[in-house]
């Protein structure tokens, strides 16, 4: 990796992610699950630019920019957010663990055939040490993967807008600042996920208001955490990076969320699971390019100090 501080920033930003996921199985089940994400992204939004006004960091996008941030938030907010809360209503745990496993897969394919940036043997390594420790942990569920679904279908729609967003971030991100794109597919996404929802789940906004006082406080923590700041991270990472190399980081994702799960709802961990981690770490370290880094980084030292002793 180009930067190692951005390898360290990214496992920060998945800690976070994966505990989220808790949270957010929490949320859904105060209140409408439409509804609920739409105001989730929208507070992010105005957190974001929030935080970009005190950095002076607001500007108009240009007419080229403003189409990137359009299909940026169909694919990356509208697209994965709706086909993943639909999916998942219609296919089980591990059957959605496993499709989602396969964003880095599909991101690195993306990148090869739209940016011709085509991952290295060890990467590829990385990306199936990768996703055979996501399938450690998520084919510990009582009846495994059961027989495909359309609720399948929807996940994987899902995990591929998510992969397809990476390739347009990357792109936009070479003339506007990738954390002002933040914001901007924040509040266009939400906006549009809100009109979807006020079809999808009338009285959604009546239904928010009879929650205690704390799930206002989880849903703030949500959005500001996870949302805002996580997500800000990751496209920064994505224009530091690339997507196929930024997207490996998602497998530490379910391994995250599983800790999260035992620490919040009582979830029990298993061997399994740490068998999962333990394949999943040195996936991260290949697939993003870390490894090799460091190879060379080791190599370069090596170098010098041959000729010095010269």
């Known amino acids: ?17 994966g505990f989220n996921v808790p ?13 609920i994400t739409a105001l989730r992204i929208l507070t992010a939004g105005v957190v974001v630019f929030i935080i970009l006004a005190f950095m002076r960091k607001v500007r108009w996008p240009t007419r080229q920019e403003g189409l990137y941030i359009l299909f940026g938030c169909m694919f990356s907010i509208v697209g994965h957010h709706y086909f993943l809360s639909n999916g998942l209503t219609e296919t089980s745990a591990a059957n959605g663990g496993l499709i989602l496993g396969t ?65 347009i971030i990357s792109k936009a991100a070479k003339t506007i600042d990738s954390r002002l794109l933040t914001g901007y597919m924040l509040l266009c996404g939400g906006a549009i996920l809100f009109l ?10 009546t239904k928010i208001t009879d929650v205690p006082i704390y799930m206002w406080a989880i849903f703030l923590a949500s959005a500001v955490l996870a ?32 800790v999260g799960s035992a620490l919040f709802l009582n979830e029990t961990i298993t061997l399994f699971h740490l068998i999962g981690l333990v394949l999943i770490i040195p996936g991260v370290l290949f697939g993003s390019g870390a490894f090799e880094e460091m190879l060379r980084r080791r190599r370069r030292k090596a170098r010098e100090q041959s000729q010095l002793n010269l």
Request: charged content about 5%.
């Open 1 to 17: 990796m180009k930067n190692m501080w951005t390898l360290l920033l990214m496992t920060v930003l998945m800690m976070i992610w």
């Open 23 to 35: 949270t957010i199985k929490i949320l859904v089940t105060e209140f409408p699950p439409i509804t």
């Open 103 to 167: 964003g880095p897969l599909l991101t690195a394919i993306l990148s090869a055939i739209v940016l011709k940036a085509m991952p290295s043997v060890i990467q590829m390594i990385g990306f199936i040490l990768g996703g055979v420790g996501v399938a450690f942990i998520v084919l510990i569920g009582n009846q495994g993967v059961s027989g495909l679904s359309l609720g399948d279908l929807y996940v994987f729609l899902s995990i591929l807008s998510q992969a397809f967003s990476f390739i």
């Open 196 to 205: 979807i929802s006020l079809g999808t789940e009338p009285g959604g906004l």
């Open 227 to 258: 949302t805002a700041i996580g997500q800000m991270g990751y496209n920064f990472a994505i224009s530091k990076i690339g997507p196929a190399e930024a997207s490996i980081f998602l497998n530490l994702n379910t391994f995250f969320a599983l």
